[in-house]
């Protein structure tokens, strides 16, 4: 278990939190005017490694000598010339901190960060964070990493779970979920939609498909992969044969076939650990998927198809009313997608570089 002090005055300014890998969605914008939820669970704290936040500079100032050093191997609007290392906690495991007034970024419902830290240490006044609550955002605290200091904190911090473990666990991330309009009353404005992560996972995966399709079709399992995937995969590569063929694969699950050319497979939510097979000869790339969305992918919760009367059948798990499906198609999320194709060192190869060079609104009316 770790505290967070401030390095002015070591005033404590965080619960005791226990480090897990950082969320796939951390920095997801998601439509607009919608509310969004915390993004870490109480009790845990996520670091970015890469500089985020202001100041930002524009593509023609960095160039791409000075972008590849940092890890960007394609062109893209704006990077962070802030340190690396932030540090973001859930709203309320933050203590001693007041908001700063008139910093709130830019935002239209909230506070949004964009003008630098909003919080300060209530003991010397020192700014230490950054609050993001406005409409779709995520709710977070993004704590500075020159500004604060990390030291161990009474009490046990567990060894990571095993895959065993969180197999056992059975935790998946369901793909719907109601979303509603900023300062709504509650369900006057609610309607079920795609979940954010799902999209935003679902972007950083098909930077990885794209890459691992080596410019070929690409296939994926039936069923709610291939609602996720492969419309997508369709629009971006090309038609025609060879094809290379996706499966899932991870822990809890039979070898899979030998001869599949890409395996989708879990990222373990704590370490960040990439799951591989007990095979390390195993030819087939790995695109990684955050692991709630991987495991309901592997074992969709079975639902009656409808509302039924009269005695339970043997074999039913529920005798509630399906979960509502949203109307409208899957879209991953473009942000993610590029995000994660612009450093991936394959995307230098010339047919990858037309996909990054794709404008932003011709690249999400093609992924949407």
Not at 52 to 68: K, L, M
Not at 107 to 112: M, Q
Not at 125 to 145: E, N
Request: hydrophobic residues 45%; negative net charge; aromatic residues 8%.
């Amino acid at each position: 278990m770790f505290v967070f002090v401030c390095a002015g005055c070591g005033a404590e300014l965080t619960a005791s939190l226990s480090r897990v890998a950082l969320p796939v969605h951390a920095h997801q914008y998601f439509g607009n005017g919608l509310q969004l939820p915390v993004l870490m669970e109480s009790g845990t704290f996520a670091v970015e490694p890469e500089p985020w936040g202001p100041p930002w500079r524009e593509w023609d100032e960095i160039g791409p000598e000075e972008a590849a050093a940092r890890g960007i191997y394609a062109p893209v609007d704006v990077l962070s010339d802030g340190a690396p290392g932030a540090i973001v906690v859930a709203p309320g495991d933050m203590r001693g901190t007041v908001l700063i007034p008139g910093k709130r970024g830019g935002a239209c419902c909230g506070l949004a960060g964009a003008d630098g830290p909003n919080m300060a240490c209530e003991a010397c006044g020192l700014p230490v964070a950054s609050r993001i609550d406005d409409c779709s955002y995520w709710q977070a605290v993004w704590l500075a990493p020159d500004a604060v200091r990390r030291l161990p904190a009474n009490g046990f911090d567990a060894a990571p779970l095993t895959w065993a473990e969180l197999m056992a666990q059975g935790r998946g991330t369901p793909p719907f979920e109601p979303i509603t309009g900023w300062g709504s009353p509650l369900g006057s404005d609610l309607r079920w939609s795609w979940s954010p992560q799902w999209t935003a996972a679902a972007g950083n995966a098909l930077a990885h498909l794209v890459v691992a399709s080596q410019g070929r079709p690409v296939t994926v399992p039936h069923g709610l992969p291939e609602e996720v995937f492969q419309r997508t995969l369709d629009t971006l590569l090309p038609a025609g044969p060879p094809t290379r063929r996706a499966v899932l694969a991870g822990p809890g699950l039979s070898a899979f076939d030998a001869d599949a050319d890409i395996v989708l497979v879990p990222l373990h939510p704590q370490t960040g650990e990439t799951w591989t097979p007990a095979d390390p000869a195993t030819p087939a790339y790995p695109v990684p998927l955050p692991f709630g969305m991987w495991f309901q992918l592997v074992f969709p919760e079975p639902r009656l198809p409808v509302p039924t009367s009269g005695p339970m059948a043997a074999d039913a798990l529920r005798d509630d009313p399906p979960i509502p499906r949203p109307r409208d198609v899957f879209r991953a999320d473009v942000e993610a997608f590029r995000r994660t194709l612009a450093r991936l060192p394959a995307v230098r190869s010339p047919w990858l570089r037309e996909i990054a060079r794709i404008p932003m609104q011709d690249l999400h009316a093609r992924l949407v």
